[in-house]
């Protein structure tokens, strides 16, 4: 990928990050180390045109679905979605206000680009292969990405719809790990032990691969090969830092819903080179 | 009924997730089969305590809600107690069948405890409410449904509960509240407690909204009106006496719930009086929708379940002015 494109990636990640962040610090609620461990993937998929879709024309037939199935980071997706032209960047300050269409997690019936009402988690893997299968029935070309945390897939349901996947052949679908390594309590090891993770989704029927999920250059490679491979669906464990790019909320449990101060907004949009946007 | 007059309402405010954990690790101090199974976070249900003490009576399933509940059926039919704790949107929505089959009709002892339930998790959306936990817990057979009202009666409620041999939904909330009952308060299973006495009309309700109605009831004398206020914190069994005699000695039954009135108290009252005593009513609380985003306070306000939306509910009831 050219460099200058790359650049530009960033910029629009950190402004996700930035835009979260100042959304979350606004209701005083809100997911912040999800936020920007997702914020590269977000990006990637929808300002480095992977996803076939159409602000102008949100409910466009062909339109490739993403399902953001680990809803509670909502600020990242919603920034993203605005960033993608949805609706107006302007939006955001109503994150979680009174009637506000910005729940704190996504309401389909409120907002333009969501697929999916999610928050509670394990959602979003069956409406996926749902998706998907409707794409094969109808002779129909979308493709279809949802995005989970991992600790949700301690859920049964993601793997109930990794067999529905495996056994209906579904390469039209991408599952996206956010292998950050930390759920709501404590890191997932300490929790219930989720590795050897790349297996599990192996064994599943899965076509697999390990990439860093901050490295938009491997990110935009690996959505540019799928599938992985034909009649396989596929599973991009994507190994990220909860919390990355703020130094004081990178790696830490606390940070999950941590809610930053008006000095951290200051402190963290100095890290990640941007402006705090009100 | 028993008869509860409630203490002088303080200003002060109590979270009854506190009283719930404190009295929890006290029962596991005492008792050897007490346990306690959560999905991933041991802060939202107050825990972080109870794991230090009795880190091996503790489980972390992770975010697994159907599987906790079925843990909590197998550790009962291993001779533990269990209390299954979680925010009550996922406990009860998620888990359904393993209530009803593991719980209802196995009848195992395991304790629910439905956290952060109603409205608490305001902001979050209608994904995180929990307005239907009442109507889906209150049909099952066997299960026993308590909504406590204040950190004395969630005590009591927690110790009443390991007395109790067979399946229990506790909804515990984490808006905070003033203490209304009085340190002599006794809760006994299947007994409203009379609050406020009087023979005007009748404000049955429960959970966080006790406080509430009996500002109402106070903003109801002062126009002369002189209202029962009855704290049916046991939604099953139901004190059903309670119910008939306010039908018969007063001129009509306000419900006020946290929680859709469809299948809820409001609906739970209807029943009763339906088949033994019609009486005339107003259910304040959901009707059939999902609420909007906004924080606890906001939500509450905007269905009416405020001392204003209770005394106008009354005076509608009771064709006065408003
Ligand atoms: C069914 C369900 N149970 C519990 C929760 C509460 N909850 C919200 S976020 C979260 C942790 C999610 O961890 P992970 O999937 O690793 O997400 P990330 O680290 O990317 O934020 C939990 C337990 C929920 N939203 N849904």
């Excluded at chain 2, 259910?283 to 009416?304: I, Q």
Aim: aromatic fraction near 6%; charged fraction near 20%; charge should be negative.
């Amino acid at each position: 990928m050219a460099e200058s494109s790359l650049k530009h990636l960033q910029q629009a990640a950190n402004l996700t990050r930035i835009r979260a962040m100042s959304m979350t610090h606004h209701s005083q609620l809100g997911h912040t180390g999800g936020d920007l461990s997702s914020a590269d993937i977000l990006t990637c998929l929808y300002l480095g045109g992977i996803l076939a879709v159409d602000p102008e024309k949100p409910y466009w037939e062909q339109r490739d679905r993403f399902i953001m199935s680990k809803g509670h980071c909502s600020g990242a997706f919603y920034a993203t979605l605005a960033a993608r032209g949805f609706f107006p960047v302007e939006q955001l300050k109503t994150f979680m206000d009174p009637l506000s269409m910005l729940n704190g997690h996504p309401d389909r019936n409120k907002l333009p680009g969501v697929e999916a009402n999610t928050g509670p988690l394990g959602h979003g893997a069956p409406i996926a292969v749902g998706a998907a299968l409707a794409a094969k029935m109808r002779g129909e070309h979308w493709r279809v990405f949802v995005l989970t945390g991992d600790g949700e897939l301690q859920e049964g349901s993601n793997w109930e719809a990794a067999m529905t996947a495996h056994h209906y052949k579904l390469d039209n679908l991408t599952v996206i790990v956010d292998r950050n390594r930390i759920q709501q309590g404590d890191f997932t090891e300490n929790t219930v032990q989720l590795d050897p993770l790349p297996s599990k989704w192996a064994s599943f029927g899965f076509a697999v691969r390990e990439v860093d999920g901050h490295n938009h250059e491997e990110l935009m490679q690996v959505f540019h090969s799928l599938p992985l491979e034909p009649g396989k669906p596929t599973c991009i464990i994507a190994n990220t830092i909860k919390g990355k790019g703020v130094s004081f909320a990178e790696n830490k449990p606390a940070w999950h819903h941590g809610v930053p101060t008006r000095e951290q907004l200051l402190l963290a949009a100095e890290e990640l080179g941007v402006e705090v946007p009100w | 009924m028993v008869v509860a007059p409630p203490v002088e309402t303080s200003a002060k405010t109590y979270d009854c997730r506190e009283a719930y954990s404190r009295t929890l690790e006290e029962m596991a101090a005492q008792d050897k089969r007490v346990c306690a199974v959560i999905n991933d976070s041991v802060s939202s249900t107050k825990l972080k305590k109870f794991k230090e003490l009795f880190p091996e009576r503790f489980v972390n399933v992770g975010i697994a809600e159907q599987n906790m509940v079925g843990v909590g059926a197998g550790l009962a039919n291993g001779g533990m107690v269990p209390y299954v704790c979680g925010a009550s949107c996922f406990l009860t929505a998620r888990a359904m069948e393993q209530v009803k089959v593991d719980l209802g009709y196995s009848k195992w002892n395991v304790k629910l405890c439905g956290m952060s339930s109603g409205m608490a998790y305001g902001q979050l959306g209608a994904t995180h409410h929990s307005i239907e936990d009442m109507a889906w817990t209150r049909i099952i057979p066997n299960l026993t449904v308590i909504v406590p009202a204040d950190p004395l009666e969630t005590e009591q409620v927690m110790r009443y509960s390991l007395r109790h041999d067979g399946p229990m939904f506790l909804r515990i909330s984490r808006v905070p509240v003033p203490k209304v009952h009085d340190r002599g308060y006794q809760f006994t299973l299947g007994r409203a407690a009379l609050m406020n006495d009087g023979d005007d009309v009748t404000i049955i309700t429960n959970g966080i909204l006790v406080a509430r109605a009996l500002q109402a009831a106070k903003l109801l004398e002062e126009r002369g009106i002189f209202a029962r206020v009855l704290n049916m914190s046991s939604i099953k069994p139901l004190d059903s006496d309670a119910i008939l005699k306010a039908a018969r000695e007063t001129r009509g039954i306000v419900t006020a719930e946290e929680a859709l009135t469809a299948g809820g108290l409001g609906g739970a009252v209807a029943e009763v009086l339906a088949l033994h005593h019609p009486a005339r009513m107003r259910m304040l609380g959901l009707p059939d929708v999902f609420a909007p985003t906004g924080s606890a306070e906001f939500l509450l306000d905007h269905f009416h379940l405020n001392a204003e939306g209770i005394v106008n509910a009354a005076l509608d009831l009771l064709g006065a002015k408003k």
